[in-house]
């Protein structure tokens, strides 16, 4: 079986093919070649020593005949823009998320056209897919059936490319899954342009010794699911069989969510970490990101996900220890109170976590 996965050297991307370079194996067939297709490849990576591992840097769209000049079985579709840069810059948005996305779609039916194998196209959506109009406002609770009224360029891009994926599983060009991610929480590196970054920046700064700002009200309900719940929801999806007890229909799948308001995050990182940690946190409202991550549903119906085993986050508190548990090196406290972060992690750290165009950083 050989895999690639866009956007393979950002956080998430390093994430799932460390999940499958353990495994060696997937949809129950052995992993010969592993395709991490970035336009930042970082200097030094442990993954590029593996000898499955095959790296292609550049532009994803000028590389897709070198991609598919093999059988591709599995593409794991990460490479994205995020939520700050596609509102600030609306070109790249459109040419990094929708036009990548489609050229990528149609190497990949040119390959089923000449009688190659359909390949399966799992593409990480997003949350941002959904939001509220004064005349149609999001309910309570939100599920897949729920219409989608993204109030971003960002969800814009991401419910087109949702829609253009189900055309083509549709009409037997691919093997189409969709996986609506939470933000991510807590990511380890270096902050990117997601306007949804500082869920990340207000725990993994102050456990750094550093200072962080919070660009929203505490009072903000957000859904959020850490690294681990995310990279098992994404490799769940990829697997899955279609049809009963599997993956049914077409309609994307919400990776669970935890609901925790920001106060809740705060008084997390205050319990765990201690008041000299906490304090580094500073809050000052700004409204244009207050703007795009508030008009994100908090509440979703997890029943999707649950069908086919996924669950969400425990706590709060479990997402902070498990990040200091996969990246002890980015904790400068001696100590979490209570005993953790002091375990040895399995992390690979942030390698080219700093990058954003084709990183696949989430939202």
């Avoid at 009688?115 to 609770?141: K, M």
């Avoid at 008041?275 to 908090?298: K, Q």
């Avoid at 969400?312 to 001696?334: G, K, L």
């Avoid at 209570?338 to 990058?355: I, K, P």
């Amino acid at each position: 079986m050989r895999i690639v996965i866009t956007g393979g050297f950002g956080f998430l991307g390093q994430q799932v093919a460390d999940a499958l370079l353990e495994r060696r194996a997937l949809c129950g067939a052995p992993i010969e070649r592993l395709v991490l297709a970035d336009r930042f490849v970082p200097a030094v990576s442990t993954l590029v020593d593996d000898p499955l591992v095959d790296v292609v840097h550049g532009d994803l769209s000028e590389h897709l005949e070198e991609i598919f000049v093999q059988p591709v079985d599995v593409v794991i579709h990460l490479a994205s823009a995020v939520s700050a840069e596609c509102e600030a810059d609306f070109d790249l948005g459109m040419s990094a998320n929708l036009d990548t996305t489609r050229a990528l779609l149609e190497a990949a039916r040119a390959q089923s056209a000449a009688g190659g194998p359909t390949p399966r196209v799992v593409f990480s959506s997003s949350v941002a897919v959904y939001g509220g109009d004064p005349a149609l406002p999001l309910p309570p609770l939100v599920s897949e059936s729920t219409l989608p009224m993204p109030q971003t360029s960002y969800g814009t891009q991401k419910r087109v490319c949702e829609q253009l994926i189900a055309e083509y599983t549709r009409r037997g060009f691919v093997d189409g899954r969709v996986a609506r991610l939470m933000t991510v929480s807590v990511r380890a590196g270096k902050p990117n342009a997601a306007a949804s970054g500082f869920l990340s920046g207000i725990i993994r700064e102050p456990l750094a010794g550093l200072p962080a700002v919070c660009p929203v009200g505490p009072e903000l309900r957000v859904a959020l699911a850490s690294p681990r719940r995310t990279v098992e929801g994404i490799l769940r999806i990829t697997e899955v069989e279609r049809g009963p007890g599997g993956l049914e229909g077409g309609l994307p799948v919400n990776l669970p969510a935890l609901t925790v308001t920001v106060a809740d995050m705060l008084d997390t990182l205050r319990r765990v970490a201690g008041d000299a940690v906490a304090d580094l946190v500073t809050v000052a409202p700004d409204p244009v990101v207050e703007a795009i991550v508030g008009s994100w549903p908090a509440f979703l119906d997890n029943t999707r996900a649950s069908a086919l085993g996924l669950r969400p986050d425990e706590s709060f508190e479990s997402v902070v220890r498990a990040y200091a548990e996969d990246h002890p090196d980015a904790i400068t406290a001696e100590r979490l109170q209570g005993g953790a972060g002091e375990s040895r992690g399995r992390g690979r750290g942030d390698g080219g976590a700093g990058r954003q165009a084709d990183a696949g950083r989430g939202r």
